[in-house]
């Protein structure tokens, strides 16, 4: 009886922390959703929501010449061109799979996605993304990108 007991234990202790590392995918996820969602509109409000006050930006792409190239934006710089986004252009980010880890108050999530101008078809790559909880909630704190044009899909 007493090894039933101890069983039983084990399995709602693991249950429990099965649930809780769902329950903080599932935050971290509509965190990068509400990021999309506002990069989309053009919403600073909603996008800034979702960052750190010292979000650090970069994207990695092969330039003409076959250079790989590692460009770091300012957050301000970022800001500004989204709110400039003309109400007419469309950008539409496809996610095409969510990888979440996580330890402790820091998470990674790997985002493979394909880029839509006015829904034509622009680029592809990969968003890394790196969150930290603050205790209260979390937010991207770095975000780096690939972009190409080949080998995408489309």
Same mark, same amino acid.
């Given at each position: $009886?007493?090894?039933?007991?101890?069983?039983?234990?084990?399995?709602?202790?693991?249950?429990?922390? /099965? /649930?809780?590392?769902?329950?903080? =995918?599932?935050?971290?996820?509509? *965190?990068?959703?509400?990021?999309?969602?506002?990069?989309?509109?053009?919403?600073?409000?909603?996008?800034? =929501?979702?960052?750190?006050?010292? +979000?650090?930006?970069?994207?990695?792409?092969? &330039? @003409?010449?076959?250079? !790989?190239? +590692?460009?770091?934006?300012?957050?301000?710089?970022?800001? =500004? /061109?989204?709110? !400039? =986004?003309?109400?007419?252009?469309?950008?539409?980010?496809?996610?095409? !799979?969510?990888?979440?880890?996580?330890?402790?108050? $820091?998470? &990674? *999530?790997?985002?493979?996605?394909?880029?839509?101008? &006015?829904?034509?078809?622009?680029?592809?790559?990969? %968003?890394?993304?790196?969150?930290? %909880?603050?205790?209260?909630?979390?937010?991207?704190?770095?975000?780096?990108?690939?972009?190409?044009?080949? @080998?995408? %899909? &489309?």
């Amino acid at each position: $009886m007493r090894i039933l007991k101890i069983i039983l234990f084990v399995c709602c202790c693991f249950v429990s922390f /099965s /649930s809780t590392a769902q329950d903080e =995918k599932e935050d971290i996820k509509k *965190v990068i959703k509400q990021f999309f969602k506002g990069l989309q509109k053009g919403d600073t409000l909603t996008l800034k =929501k979702t960052i750190s006050k010292d +979000l650090v930006l970069q994207t990695s792409f092969v &330039n @003409g010449e076959g250079v !790989s190239v +590692l460009r770091t934006e300012e957050k301000s710089a970022f800001l =500004k /061109s989204l709110a !400039s =986004k003309k109400p007419e252009d469309i950008w539409e980010e496809k996610l095409e !799979s969510y990888t979440i880890q996580i330890d402790g108050p $820091m998470a &990674n *999530v790997w985002t493979p996605y394909k880029f839509y101008l &006015n829904y034509k078809f622009s680029h592809c790559g990969v %968003n890394s993304f790196q969150l930290f %909880n603050t205790g209260e909630k979390w937010v991207i704190i770095y975000l780096i990108d690939t972009r190409r044009r080949l @080998g995408c %899909n &489309n």
